[in-house]
C-alpha cells in the first residue's frame, strides 16, 4: 500500500520569501503524485501533477514540483509567496492500476502561514 | 475547466436523522465519484469509490450500512448519513473523474459541514 507523509505540519513565511514544502512518499513503482490546495471550508483545487516524463513539473499560481525518484521525494516550491498562498496543502500518491491510478492517498497537509 | 459541485455546503441536524448529501459533476460524465471525510486539521479518508450503475466499493472499517452510496447517473452521486450521531459529524467532500480520463486527476466539489446536535 501507498503511503504519503509531510514532514512538516505549519510553516510561517514572509510575504515574497521563496518556499518548499516537503512530501516524501512510499510506493513500489513509479507512482502518480499530486499536490493540492485547500482553503478554510472549501474544497481542493489542483496544483499540479506528476505521471511520467520531465520530472520538474510547473502548475498554476506560479507553483512548481520536481519528482526525485531516488529520494522518493515530491517537494512544492514557489519563488515568492503571495499573502493569497496562505492556506492548507495536501500531497497526494495515486496507485498505478490498469486504465490509469487507482486509490490516491493524502498527506496529513501543511499549512501555510504567509505575514506580511 | 471541469466543476463539481455539493450541496448542500452546511447541514445541522438533531440526532437520529438521516442527512443526503449530492455530489454532481456539472460539466462532465463522471464515471467515478469518491467520497472523502476530513476531521479537523488532519487529511482526507477515503470512505468509498463509486461507479456509475454498480455499487460502491468500501474502504476498511467504513460502515455501507451507515454510509449510504448511490451513483445512479453520470453526473449524480448521493451520500446518505442514516441515524446520524454527533461522532459523524466531520466535513465531507466528493470528488469526480470522467469517462476516458483515468490518467486524469480527481475533480472535488467544495465539501459539506455535517454538524450532528
Known amino acids: 500500500a501507498q503511503s504519503v507523509t509531510q514532514p512538516d505540519i505549519h510553516i510561517t513565511v514572509s510575504e515574497g520569501a521563496s518556499l518548499e514544502l516537503r512530501c516524501n512518499y512510499s510506493?513500489?513503482?513509479?507512482?502518480?503524485l499530486f499536490w493540492y490546495v485547500q482553503s478554510p471550508g472549501q474544497g481542493l483545487q489542483l496544483l499540479l501533477k506528476y505521471f511520467s516524463g520531465d520530472t520538474l513539473v510547473q502548475g498554476i499560481k506560479g507553483f512548481e514540483a520536481e519528482f526525485k525518484r531516488s529520494q522518493s521525494s515530491f517537494n512544492l516550491r514557489k519563488p515568492s509567496v503571495h499573502w493569497s498562498d496562505a492556506a492548507e496543502y495536501f500531497c497526494?500518491?495515486?496507485?498505478?492500476?490498469?486504465?490509469?491510478?487507482?486509490?490516491?492517498?493524502f498527506g496529513i497537509g501543511t499549512k501555510l502561514q504567509v505575514i506580511p | 475547466g471541469a466543476v463539481v459541485s455539493q450541496h448542500p455546503s452546511w447541514v445541522i441536524c438533531k440526532s437520529g436523522t438521516s442527512v443526503k448529501i449530492e455530489c454532481r459533476s456539472l460539466d462532465f460524465q463522471a464515471t467515478t465519484m469518491f467520497w472523502y471525510r476530513q476531521f479537523p486539521k488532519q487529511s482526507l479518508m477515503l470512505m468509498a469509490t463509486s461507479n456509475e450503475g454498480s455499487k460502491a466499493t468500501y474502504e476498511q472499517g467504513v460502515e455501507k450500512d451507515k454510509f449510504l452510496i448511490n451513483h445512479a447517473s453520470l453526473t449524480l452521486s448521493t451520500l446518505t448519513v442514516t441515524s446520524a450521531h454527533p461522532e459523524d459529524s466531520s466535513f465531507y467532500i466528493c470528488?469526480?473523474?470522467?469517462?476516458?480520463?483515468?490518467?486524469?486527476?480527481?475533480?472535488f466539489g467544495d465539501g459539506t459541514r455535517l454538524s450532528i446536535l
Open positions: 497526494a500518491v495515486g496507485a498505478r492500476g490498469t486504465g490509469g491510478y487507482q486509490k490516491v492517498t
Open positions: 510506493y513500489g513503482a513509479t507512482p502518480y
Open positions: 470528488s469526480a473523474r470522467g469517462r476516458g480520463t483515468p490518467n486524469q486527476p480527481q475533480h
